[in-house]
């Protein structure tokens, strides 16, 4: 039934592709769902703090270069997961800046192991228009065009909904810029987006060999496009594989983790490591004049636990 339901969702999101997102977007956004859904906060049972870079259209004069920095954690006593990102985008004359904060709330786990959640993110959204203008007639005679740079600040609001099952499935629905708030001083107003995600990991080889596939659909109702995603992760340490966004690109994917337990009498520790790297060949006509997106994804993952030490007593007869 779950997995009917993943592949309907995906389905749905395919059918309604174009080009066009206002958002930023990223090739190995599988490995970081809460920077599109909120709702996924909390849902590994470590601590990970994770950051992406992608340098897009590279050669392309005033090409985009997107940074972002995503921390999530679950706190028990909360029962849900935090979030905290801060995320930076610069092409050409324009400047994005982001700062979110977010928490979701976890539902009881369900029978068959997975955890439902809903998420609530409120963002502070900063654009800043310059006026290094290049053009063939003077540009100062023209009054639309501004002579001095300009910026702008708002606050809006992001929602998510996410189920996960360890190691099997995860889908989700989640919508950004759900005020629209206007940022007055530049007259621009940012679209409501909308996303759908979808994944299912399939084990070949037991946990050796796992097939994992993603897919993400994401729309303003006026153009949308999909991401979709196969790879193979090896002995749960490295992964390999594709990934398509028709009509834009397609992409080789690669990826290394390496994870680090420990445990004695008062401690124990998990620690996880990974270092993704994608390189989209552009499909679009952008390809006669730019050579391609490079995405690097970096993250940490950790927990540690301090074990109380228990009180012994003894009679010093029977040492």
């Known amino acids: 039934m779950i997995r009917t339901s993943i592949l309907t969702l995906c389905a749905l999101g395919i059918t309604a592709l174009s080009v066009a997102q206002q958002d930023p977007q990223y090739t190995q956004w599988f490995m970081d769902p809460v920077g599109f ?17 992608r340098n897009q259209w590279q050669d392309l004069g005033a090409d985009p270069n997107t940074s972002l920095l995503n921390a999530n954690t679950y706190i028990d006593a909360i ?58 007639d003077p540009w100062q005679d023209d009054p639309a065009i501004p002579n001095q740079q300009s910026s702008a600040s708002a606050y809006d609001v992001d929602l998510g909904i996410y189920i996960r099952k360890p190691g099997s499935f995860y889908a989700g629905i989640s919508a950004t810029h759900l005020a629209q708030t206007e940022l007055a001083t530049l007259s621009i107003q940012p679209k409501r987006h909308f996303y759908f995600m979808g994944g299912y990991d399939y084990a070949i080889d037991s946990d050796y060999l796992v097939l994992r596939t993603n ?86 993952c950790f927990k540690f636990i301090q074990i109380p030490m228990t009180q012994r007593h003894s009679n010093p007869r029977f040492l």
């Not at 906060?41 to 992406?52: F, M, N, Q, W």
């Open 215 to 300: 897919v993400l659909a994401k729309s303003d109702l006026n153009a949308s496009i999909a991401d979709v995603n196969v790879n193979i992760l090896w002995n749960q340490m490295a992964w390999a594989g594709v990934s398509w966004r028709p009509g834009d690109a397609v992409a080789p994917v690669a990826g290394f983790q390496y994870s680090i337990s420990q445990k004695d009498r008062t401690s124990e520790s998990t620690q996880v490591f990974r270092l993704g790297y994608s390189y989209d060949i552009t499909t679009s006509d952008l390809q006669n004049y730019s050579n391609g997106s490079h995405e690097v994804f970096l993250s940490y």
């Open 79 to 136: 029962k849900g997961g935090v979030m905290l990102s801060a995320f930076n985008d610069a092409l050409g004359q324009e400047t994005n800046n982001m700062l979110k904060a977010g928490y979701a709330f976890h539902l009881p786990t369900l029978s068959n192991g997975a955890t439902v959640s809903a998420g609530l993110a409120v963002t502070m959204f900063n654009k800043t228009i310059g006026n290094d203008w290049v053009s063939i």
């Open 37 to 53: 859904n909120p709702g996924a906060a909390g849902h590994s049972e470590l601590t990970c703090i994770s950051g992406t870079y």
